[in-house]
């Protein structure tokens, strides 16, 4: 069974950035859609981003311009760079296989808070 590990995130002002990290315990990559997924406390848990084994990409539209998915394939990783945070953004973040309907185990995620 596959393991995520997801680290970076953090307190960060409106307008800052961040890059989230997600290390997969297996190269599951050339395999399924990876995504970054989101949940504010009190909602569900949202896909924000996938990248597909060919390299498509795709974002809700709430952060189309401010955030960008990458993956490296060696390391079994793949990242989420968000800049121009807003306080909207708080949530905690978790990658996954994508649609969130074949998601594997779920890994601890990581803390994101916008604030001043």
């Known amino acids: 069974q596959v393991q995520f590990v997801e680290s970076g995130g953090g307190l960060v002002q409106p307008g800052g950035s961040l890059r989230l990290s997600c290390a997969a315990s297996?190269?599951?990559?050339?395999?399924?859609?990876m995504g970054w997924y989101r949940q504010a406390p009190g909602k569900q848990r949202d896909l924000v981003a996938s990248i597909t084994s060919g390299g498509s990409i795709s974002y809700v539209d709430s952060v189309k311009g401010r955030f960008t998915i990458s993956r490296d394939n060696a390391k079994n990783t793949v990242y989420l760079q968000m800049n121009s945070l807003k306080p909207e953004d708080t949530a905690v973040y978790y990658c996954?296989?994508?649609?969130?309907?074949?998601?594997?185990?779920w890994g601890q995620g990581t803390q994101v808070t916008v604030s001043s």
């Open positions: 996954n296989v994508a649609p969130i309907a074949i998601a594997r185990t």
């Open positions: 297996k190269n599951i990559f050339s395999i399924y859609v």
